[in-house]
C-alpha cells in the first residue's frame, strides 16, 4: 500500500535547515516533521518542540534506524555530506540533500551510486530551478523568443561576513561552492549544457583577517568560459558586500535577452529633494526565494510519494563540483581549465 504522508527527519538544525523543517511542518501537504538531528542536541530539541516533532537525536544514525523516518533533509556541514547520504541510502531513507553535494568529485559520484543501488530517490538543492521566476525565463528561452542562446551571465553576492571555516578551502571549497554554486547550476539549467572550459581569477578584499593563515581564501571570483553547446559565460561572485543580497541572470540570445531576478526588497521607490531615488535592497536569500524553496519542498515529496523523477538530479549536483573544482584550479594555476 503506497504511503500517504512521508516522515522526515532534518539532519542539521542551523538557519538553512530550519527553512526546509517550517516548510515540511507546517505548508507541505502529505508530509510532516518525525525527528531531528544534531551534534548540538540543544539546536535538536528546541527544533523538534518547535514543530511538535516526535524525536530528536544527537547521532542521525539513531534517526535512520527509526522506522518512521522515510526520508532526510541533509544540511550538515559539505565535508560530512558523503558519509550520511551513504548512510542515508543503506538504510533505504529517501534523501533531499543540500548543495553543495560533496566536497569533490568522487564523493557525489560514491552518493549517486549508492542511491542508484538502494533505490532511494536522491534530489539536490538547487532552489532556483523551482523559483517561478527562473522557470518562465527558461519557457521564454526555450521557445525562442530570443533566438539563440549566445551568452549566459550570472552573479551572486552575499551581504554577510564569512564564519571562519569558510577561510579554509580544504573545508569549503570557497565562494565558488558556498555562494556561486547556483550559479554553476542556473547557466547550466537555461543552456542545456555542460561547461566544455573555463579560467577563473579569485582574490581576497574583504576579510584581511584571514590573509595570514589562509592565503589561498578569496571573497571575490570572477569566470569566464565556453560551453559544450558554444555560448560563452560568466559568473561573478563576492562575499560580504555588505550592501544587500545580489543575484541576478542576463540571458542574451541572437534576437534579444532575458533578464532574471529582482534587486528591490519593495517595488517601491523614494525620491527626495538633495536626495535622489532610493528603494531597499534584498537583505537576504531566505527572502528572495522563500517561495522557490517551498517549491523544492513539495516536488522532493512529490517525487518520493508519486515515485516521480526528481527536477534536481545528483548529477546536476556532481557537476556543478566538478566546475567548483576546475574554477579553484585555474584561480590557483592561471591557467585555462578544460573539464
Known amino acids: 500500500m503506497q504511503k500517504k504522508e512521508l516522515g522526515l527527519c532534518l539532519i542539521g538544525c542551523g538557519r538553512a535547515g530550519m527553512i526546509h523543517a517550517r516548510n515540511f511542518a507546517g505548508k507541505v501537504k502529505n508530509a510532516g516533521m518525525t525527528a531531528y538531528a544534531d551534534v548540538n542536541i540543544e539546536a535538536a530539541k528546541n527544533a523538534a518542540e518547535e514543530t511538535g516533532a516526535k524525536y530528536y537525536y544527537s547521532d542521525y544514525r539513531d534517526a535512520l534506524a527509526n522506522p518512521e523516518v522515510d526520508a532526510v533533509i541533509v544540511v550538515s556541514p559539505t565535508d560530512l555530506h558523503r558519509r550520511i547520504v551513504l548512510d542515508a541510502a543503506v538504510a533505504g531513507k529517501h534523501i533531499f540533500c543540500e548543495k553543495p553535494m560533496g566536497m569533490n568529485a568522487g564523493e557525489c559520484e560514491e552518493m549517486i551510486q549508492a542511491c542508484s543501488k538502494a533505490g532511494v530517490k536522491l534530489q539536490i538543492g538547487f532552489m532556483r530551478r523551482h523559483d517561478a521566476s527562473f522557470q518562465e525565463a527558461k519557457r521564454l528561452l526555450d521557445s525562442g523568443e530570443i533566438g539563440e542562446l549566445v551568452q549566459v551571465h550570472s552573479h551572486t553576492r552575499g551581504p554577510s561576513k564569512p564564519q571562519p ?80 543580497y545580489d543575484s541576478h541572470v542576463e540571458l542574451v540570445g541572437t534576437k534579444g535577452v532575458i533578464h532574471v531576478g529582482r534587486r528591490d526588497a519593495y517595488f517601491v521607490a523614494t525620491s527626495k529633494p538633495g536626495c535622489g531615488t532610493s528603494s531597499p535592497f534584498v537583505t537576504s536569500w531566505r527572502t528572495l526565494f522563500e517561495d522557490a524553496y517551498l517549491r523544492e519542498d513539495m516536488a522532493f515529496v512529490d517525487s518520493v510519494l508519486n515515485d516521480k523523477p526528481v527536477l534536481v538530479t545528483g548529477y546536476d549536483g556532481l557537476m556543478a563540483v566538478k566546475i567548483v573544482e576546475a574554477g579553484n584550479r585555474s584561480i590557483a594555476t592561471g591557467e585555462v581549465v578544460t573539464l
Not at 558556498?178 to 574583504?206: K, Q, T
Open 165 to 244: 571555516w569558510m577561510y579554509d578551502l580544504a573545508k569549503s571549497n570557497g565562494i565558488l561552492a558556498e555562494i556561486n554554486s547556483h550559479d554553476i547550476d542556473s547557466i547550466r539549467y537555461f543552456s542545456g549544457s555542460d561547461v566544455l572550459s573555463l579560467y577563473a581569477l579569485g582574490g581576497n578584499y574583504r576579510n584581511p583577517d584571514a590573509r595570514e593563515k589562509y592565503p589561498d581564501y578569496y571573497d571575490s571570483v570572477l569566470v569566464t568560459g565556453v560551453l559544450k553547446s558554444g555560448a560563452h559565460f560568466s559568473i561573478n561572485g563576492a562575499a560580504y558586500v555588505e550592501y544587500g
